[in-house]
C-alpha cells in the first residue's frame, strides 16, 4: 500500500518560499496511470488543488497559482516537492500530498484522494 508523507517547516515568512517535499513509500512515483498532487486547505475554507506531476515528469498547475508554484521530483529519492514562492498569509493552510489516478482540479473533498498524506499545517507570518 502506498504511502505518502509531508515534511517541510511550519512557518514560513512573508515574501519568503515555502518548500514542502512528498515521501512516498510502497510505490513509485514514475508508476504508470498516477499523478503526484500537491492541494491544501486554508483556516475555515475549501480544498484547494495546486499542481501535479506525473509519471513523466510533466507538471500541471492551477491556473491561479502557475506562476507562484513549482513541483518537481527526484526519483532517486521517490520524493517530490512543491515550492510556492512569494507567500502571504493568505497562503496559511494544511498542505497535503497525494496520488491520484488523474487530474482532480475541482477536488472538494480530501475523500478524492483515497491515497495521501496525512498533512502538514504551515503558517505564514513574520
Do not use: H
Amino acid at each position: 500500500q502506498v504511502q505518502l508523507q509531508e515534511s517541510g517547516p511550519g512557518l514560513v515568512k512573508p515574501s519568503q518560499t515555502l518548500s514542502l517535499t512528498c515521501t512516498v513509500s510502497g510505490g513509485s512515483i514514475t508508476s504508470i496511470g498516477y499523478y503526484w498532487t500537491w492541494i491544501r486547505q486554508p483556516p475555515g475554507k475549501g480544498l484547494e488543488w495546486m499542481g501535479a506531476i506525473g509519471r513523466s515528469g510533466s507538471t500541471y498547475y492551477s491556473p491561479s497559482l502557475k506562476s507562484r508554484t513549482s513541483i518537481s521530483r527526484d526519483t532517486s529519492k521517490n520524493q517530490f516537492t512543491l515550492q510556492l514562492s512569494s507567500v502571504t498569509p493568505e497562503d496559511t493552510a494544511v498542505y497535503y500530498c497525494a496520488r491520484s489516478p488523474g487530474l482532480i482540479r475541482d477536488a472538494q473533498s480530501l475523500t478524492d484522494f483515497r491515497s495521501r498524506g496525512q498533512g502538514t499545517q504551515v503558517t505564514v507570518s513574520s
